[in-house]
DNA sequence: ACTTAAATAGACAACTTTGTCTATTTATTT
DNA sequence: AAATAAATAGACAAAGTTGTCTATTTAAGT
């Protein structure tokens, strides 16, 4: 079962998008752009996807899948189900190393075109949903002290996940997920 | 002393970009809406503004300077120490409330127009830097229970305010925040 | 090999963008 | 009241935007 010819163009299209989008912005990528560095065509673009917005959507789909299952796994990785918390850290901040911490590519995409179409703030909700359950289940399972309740610590863990990438996107650093960290190890 | 005739033009300016640029993005707003809604001439702009650029600096500058200082009045008005720490979250959820869970004006720069021009980049990490300080003087203040350490409370409060913005964006509601206050409540 | 489907290059329309420039009117100051 | 400075309306250039359409080439399935 080999690749459809459709599907890998989609693909070179989604691969050119993610790239773009996340370190350009949405508003500063123009089609032309996306179909040059894609070297597809521009018929072929509006053939698989209505409009610049269609293809926002179907990006930010397919980044949310791909980044919660790369998450999974990263946790999936430790025994410990005190470290495993620690991990989402850990995870967040090697993300954001790597992206040269140009932020949380939902944020970007709530802050841009968050109010053009229903289906982006959609995604942004399920993804940032997703991962607070997620953690949720693992403060559940993680033995915490009871400094906080369950609900609390997720909640505290999912917030300074989240500044953490604000900040370390404003300071170009990872230092404020570091603190972050043990501070979260602290409570634990 | 009453004011100058180009300092009501450069007012009238500011306060449109403020708005247009918190509300619909600095990339969906062209200059020609700026000096429509403004009731300005194009020539005015361009006489007081080098560049679209030149007035988004402008106007993150003049922000945070008003920002900043309700901020410091807001706390000023609550006595006890403790409950100053808790009138941050307090001023982040009220501001969020009164322009509806835009997000962090900030922020919001940042993943536009962060990588456009350096003074932009630098004004949003002072504002992030002089932000933190002030919560680190108000939590030295404190005389909180010592669950954490100074650094650590402060960056606590800190990133959750920071995550519990960014959360109430992407909900629409504040939730995350009023969150945020209790776990904090419960640290000190 | 033949037919059907898909991808291509690129012209084009219609519109929007930032920034400049001119000619005119409105304030302010001496 | 005359001179100086500032604001105005709006045309304009040059480039960029999304999206459509045609004519041609390439690949796949039977």
Not at 130 to 135: E, P
Request: positive net charge.
């Amino acid at each position: 079962m080999t690749k459809q010819r459709g599907q890998v163009v989609i693909d070179k299209i989604l691969d050119t998008a993610d790239r773009l989008f996340y370190n350009q912005g949405y508003n500063s990528t123009g089609i032309n752009q996306v179909i040059e560095e894609s070297d597809i065509a521009k018929a072929s673009l509006y053939k698989h996807f209505e409009s610049k917005t269609d293809l926002m959507v179907a990006y930010l789909q397919r980044f949310h899948q791909g980044w919660f299952a790369r998450l999974e796994a990263y946790v999936a990785r430790v025994a410990d189900p005190k470290l495993k918390l620690l991990a989402v850290l850990d995870y967040h901040r090697e993300r954001q190393q790597l992206r040269e911490y140009g932020g949380c590519p939902f944020i970007k995409a709530n802050n841009e075109a968050g109010m053009s179409d229903t289906r982006i703030l959609s995604e942004i909700q399920n993804a940032k949903a997703r991962v607070k359950k997620f953690i949720g289940k693992l403060v559940a399972k993680s033995g915490h002290r009871k400094i906080l309740t369950n609900k609390e610590l997720t909640e505290t863990i999912f917030l300074m996940t989240e500044g953490g990438v604000v900040a370390a996107s404003v300071f170009k650093k990872p230092a404020d997920l570091q603190a972050a960290k043990k501070i979260i190890q602290k409570l634990i």
